[in-house]
């Protein structure tokens, strides 16, 4: 078995700055295209999928909750709107953020949820903080993915529960060949076509294939400390919802 480590994904290869750098600076790029072409490239059904997972999330009645990776704020609004919770949605990216604002402010949600910048490798909120955190399509954009994850935890009350939605890989090799054209085909030709940075969409394309999904996530779940993860395949493995306890 080879011992190489993966090649790092950025999205620009050419430059020498952190990937956490280049990724804010991406999303910033794209963040006024970012909510439609999404659900352009996902023909919509990311939206059953945030669903299901804040259907859970609701169900656990936190006051407190976090969304780190929070982006436009689609997953902190989706819970605020379904609960009486507290939510801070973090970004790393000004460009998202202000997006997420825009939207906070037109369901008027401003005092229930608060947009912050931060990274989420390096939380400024106390030991304890939250009832629950969430991640939707962010954590494969993390510097460190065991330093992120572990964040998390820290900041999580005790019973505290993280839910994760991420892209995966389809187990079936028809579906998994489909993935592959739509990821290396459909996905590149949307941002060139519709994108102020085409390079965007080929790195969400190369960095949802190199992600570690189903169960070796939850393996780093359990090894920065939460002592149950479990995983759950959506619409044949395209996704996948993780539950992670602490």
């Given amino acids: ?5 993966p090649q790092k994904i950025v999205p620009y290869k050419e430059r020498k700055d952190s990937k956490k750098i280049q990724v ?3 999303f910033d790029t794209i963040s006024s295209e970012y909510d439609k072409l999404n659900r352009m490239i996902t023909f919509g059904v990311d939206l ?7 259907h859970h999330i609701v169900s656990l009645d936190p006051k407190m909750v976090l969304d780190v990776a929070t982006g436009t704020g689609d ?5 605020a709107t379904s609960s009486k919770a507290k939510v ?4 790393i990216s000004p460009g998202m ?3 997420g604002k825009q939207k906070v402010q037109s369901h008027q949600l401003s005092h229930q949820i608060d947009m912050v910048i931060g990274d989420s490798e390096n939380l400024s909120y106390a030991d304890q903080s939250f009832d629950a955190a969430t991640v939707a399509f962010g954590v494969r954009n993390f510097e460190n993915l065991e330093v992120g994850l572990a964040e998390i935890f820290r900041v999580l009350k005790p ?11 389809p187990t079936n090799p028809i579906l998994k060949l489909l ?13 060139k076509l519709f994108s102020r940075d085409p390079r965007a969409y080929k790195y969400l394309s190369d960095s949802a294939e190199q992600f570690p999904y189903n169960e070796r996530l939850t393996e780093v779940l359990i090894r920065v400390g939460f002592s149950k993860a479990t995983y759950h395949p959506q619409t044949f493995g395209a996704a996948c919802i993780y539950y992670a306890e602490k």
């Fill in 88 to 91: 801070t949605g973090l970004d």
């Fill in 48 to 54: 059953s999928w945030r669903k299901k997972l804040v």
């Fill in 75 to 79: 997953l902190a609004i989706a819970i």
């Fill in 1 to 5: 078995m080879s011992s190489e480590k």
């Fill in 24 to 26: 804010s600076t991406m």
């Fill in 97 to 99: 953020l202000e997006v």
């Fill in 179 to 191: 993935y592959k054209i739509h990821g290396r085909i459909i996905l590149p030709l949307f941002g």
């Fill in 159 to 169: 019973g505290g529960t993280l839910a994760i939605l991420e892209t995966s890989m």
